[in-house]
């Protein structure tokens, strides 16, 4: 297979295992005769989704801006920290502990916390969003930190480098791979977050939809707001890896030669 129609095929397969689910779902609720409200079937689920595509797009929006203004907080609060904690080993010992005791703690349980302080709303949704997004985020800088070769550092001291040289010259380039994979997972986290503290403090967002739609018994619309979800994350999830490619693609360049080479 040459490499041109290895690219075709990795850009067409993810399309055809979504096509077979539909399918396969849609042909097993209509077999098996099972009601909507127990599993709809996907026309029931973009039935549902035409007929409440203005709410649905207006709580869509709501959950996006509150995902993304709780990313970018943890994207900086994350590299800070990573930084932080990648360029001394005694910060390392003494911070990384707490983070996965942080980290260990089910936000679900935070989230009446946050709305005691911030209050029902979008506020409590970015901070849900901002907490479970930066800890992938540090934890992947400050590991592409700590991993840079002594013998290259004591061999750019010698040669006259500083530390702010090994930082920005060095560490934070050989870190860049660890970001951007770090990125498109704290995305796809920054998505929960947001939805979970929608469906316990919110009147607003894709979150408080399913909830309304659940109570009352229209499947179909929460499916729907399930779907609207994973499309979301899913496109979100692209564009960094879109951006990772341009960024980094020196580090997965061997990689690549190999698969083009059919090896």
Do not use: C
Not at 36 to 61: C, D, K, W, Y
Request: net charge positive.
């Amino acid at each position: 297979m040459t490499s041109r129609n290895r690219r075709r095929l990795e850009v067409a397969f993810p399309w055809i295992v979504i096509t077979v689910l539909l399918v396969t779902w849609q042909a097993a609720v209509v077999a098996l005769d099972i009601k909507p409200f127990v599993l709809p079937s996907p026309t029931a689920i973009f039935a549902a989704f035409v007929e409440n595509r203005g709410p649905i797009m207006q709580h869509a929006l709501f959950t996006l801006t509150s995902t993304m203004s709780g990313f970018a907080l943890g994207v900086l609060f994350g590299v800070t920290l990573g930084v932080v904690i990648g360029s001394s080993r005694l910060v390392y010992v003494g911070l990384y502990p707490v983070l996965i005791g942080f980290n260990s703690i089910p936000k679900v349980a935070i989230v009446p916390l946050l709305v005691l302080w911030l209050g029902i709303g979008q506020p409590t949704a970015i901070a849900t969003a901002f907490l479970l997004s930066f800890f992938p985020i540090a934890v992947n800088i400050a590991t592409g930190l700590a991993t840079v070769e002594p013998e290259l550092e004591d061999v750019l001291l010698s040669l006259g480098a500083t530390k702010a040289d090994l930082l920005f010259k060095v560490g934070l380039p050989r870190a860049m791979p660890y970001f951007f994979a770090s990125l498109k997972v704290s995305i796809t986290l920054a998505f929960i977050g947001a939805v979970i503290a929608e469906t316990i403090a919110s009147n607003d967002g894709i979150g408080y939809l399913m909830l309304q739609a659940s109570s009352q018994f229209r499947i179909p619309l929460m499916f729907a707001g399930v779907f609207v979800i994973a499309i979301m994350g899913i496109v979100t999830y692209l564009i960094f890896a879109l951006i990772e490619r341009r960024m980094t693609g020196w580090a997965t360049r061997g990689r690549d030669m190999q698969v083009a080479s059919g090896g």
